[in-house]
């Protein structure tokens, strides 16, 4: 499974990067939300997006309209510091797959990926 991990924060980024690779997954990171879009254009065999709500210049929730729009087969799931349930509603009512808090459970984490792969595999049997 191949993931975008979109996080300002380099540490937190790299860290769950590697822990991912250590899974399975074939990990792929951006700094920011154009840098993730401008990825996606390069790359379209992602299958989901690992996408943090608070960055600076473009937020989360403008990506993932971007995203929704450009790359309608990717699974999005996004991540946040910060426990905000309109931002949450409003990501899910924009198409993310599920909405995650910080510090993530890499094990969660995990399940959430693998659950919005096996979705995104039905939906193209469907």
Known sequence: MNILLVDDEQDFRETLAKRLTRRGF??????SAAEALAWLKQNASVDAVVLDVKMPGMDGI???KHI???????????????AHVETAMKGLELGAFDY????VDIEELVFKLQDA?????????A
Do not use: I, N, Q
């Open 68 to 82: 929704a729009a450009s790359h309608p087969g990717v699974a999005v799931l996004m991540l946040s510091g910060h």
């Open 100 to 103: 995650l808090m910080k510090p």
């Open 62 to 64: 403008e990506a993932l």
């Open 26 to 31: 074939v990990a792929s990171t951006a700094g």
């Open 117 to 125: 792969c096996e979705h995104k595999a039905l939906k193209g049997k």
